[in-house]
């Protein structure tokens, strides 16, 4: 009778480690809810000059204007996840240089994503950039 306890036991032991692992497994795995973005940077709009950019390097974003539109490109390499540089013509990855236009578009490798588009929302004057 002692044997059948002690299996029991183990057999329970078992059962929890496996459940643990399996959820364990699935919160790594399985990807979450991207519907709740969260609040990279406030800018306002009137920082933002016509025809440029504004760089936040600590962030790895940068703003641009053309025309009336505004967009935010996330400034990590779809290579190997360097920071770009941004330049007057186009951005550049300095570690094996990658060469993207201004949209965030591959000009030429190693990289063959482009760039990642960020969501900006309109707050009155200021413009929220969310991840």
């Known amino acids: 009778m002692e044997n059948s306890g002690r299996s029991r ?21 399985v990807p979450g809810d991207e519907s709740q973005k ?6 306002k709009k009137s920082d933002i000059p016509p025809r440029g950019a504004l760089v936040y390097r600590e962030s790895r974003v940068a703003v641009f204007r053309r025309e009336e539109e505004i ?7 779809t290579h190997l ?3 770009v540089n941004v330049t007057p013509r186009n951005l550049v990855c300095p570690c094996h240089g990658s060469v993207f ?25 200021s413009l929220v950039v969310m991840v």
Do not use: I, N
């Open 9 to 29: 036991r183990r057999f329970l032991k078992g059962l929890v480690l496996v459940g643990a692992w399996g959820l364990l497994v699935w919160r790594f795995l």
């Open 38 to 43: 969260k609040p990279l940077l406030t800018v």
């Open 101 to 125: 236009d201004r949209e965030g578009a591959v000009l030429k490798g190693p990289s063959d994503k482009p760039l990642h588009r960020l969501e900006v929302e309109e707050q009155g004057d």
């Open 71 to 77: 967009y935010a490109l996330s400034l990590v390499c």
């Open 81 to 83: 996840g360097c920071t």
